[in-house]
T-cell receptor, first 114, second 112 residues
Framework: AQSVAQPEDQVNVAEGNPLTVKCTYS??????LFWYVQYPNRGLQFLLK??????LVKGSYGFEAEFNKSQTSFHLKKPSALVSDSALYFC????????????FGIGTKLQVIP | EPEVTQTPSHQVTQMGQEVILRCVPI?????FYWYRQILGQKVEFLVS????????KSEIFDDQFSVERPDGSNFTLKIRSTKLEDSAMYFC??????????FGPGTRLTVT
């Protein structure tokens, strides 16, 4: 069974500082990895994905994530945090093959402090 | 930019009643999904739908649940006899390739 772990319930970072939100995964075969963001009372917004290729993937709003196969990690990063980045971030994984279900992590609340 | 839409945004129903949650996926997408998020918990997969049939479902998706794509544009989730524990945010998603899924804003279902 596939699974995702987000070890931090909350991450606090000062505005302008770099941020990292951690994610590790477990899946059979090659993973397809995603990050989604959820603002209060809103749906899930797609940030970025890793399917294959370069281990560093760039996404929306200046976010990027690094795929590390040996550590089975897919940490989300941003060089300079904005207050507007404060939201709930979900890491997700699906397995090889089409129309695979996506398994989400529990979510990490990011709080950017002005 | 095309987006997935869901109606209603909030549905309140009494226990034992039937509810239908509606979704309009992005028009050229081929794969469709329902997920739910109980308050304070993680997003859970319910069902995936492709080529007019269910391709995968979770253990949550029991006989009380059904999905339908009645007219080529809408994608519905029906709960036949709602229970208190069905109270959650229900998200519809669609995908062109089965990988990158685009989510709707959700329907908050409250069962009283």
């Amino acid at each position: 069974a596939q699974s995702v772990a987000q070890p931090e319930d909350q991450v606090n970072v000062a505005e302008g500082n770099p941020l990292t939100v951690k994610c590790t995964y477990s899946v059979s075969g090659n993973p397809y990895l995603f990050w989604y963001v959820q603002y209060p009372n809103r749906g899930l917004q797609f940030l970025l994905k890793y399917i294959t290729g370069d281990n560093l993937v760039k996404g929306s709003y200046g976010f990027e994530a690094e795929f590390n196969k040996s550590q089975t990690s897919f940490h989300l990063k941003k060089p300079s945090a904005l207050v507007s980045d404060s939201a709930l971030y979900f890491c997700a994984v699906s397995g090889t093959g089409g129309y695979q279900k996506v398994t989400f992590g529990i979510g990490t609340k990011l709080q950017v402090i002005p | 930019e095309p987006e997935v839409t869901q109606t209603p945004s909030h549905q309140v129903t009494q226990m034992g009643q039937e509810v239908i949650l509606r979704c309009v996926p992005i028009s050229n997408h081929l794969y469709f999904y329902w997920y739910r998020q109980i308050l304070g918990q993680k997003v859970e997969f319910l069902v995936s739908f492709y080529n007019n049939e269910i391709s995968e479902k979770s253990e949550i998706f029991d006989d009380q649940f059904s999905v339908e794509r009645p007219d080529g544009s809408n994608f519905t989730l029906k709960i036949r006899s709602t229970k208190l524990e069905d109270s959650a945010m229900y998200f519809c998603a669609s995908s062109m390739d089965g990988y990158e899924q685009y989510f709707g804003p959700g329907t908050r279902l409250t069962v009283t």
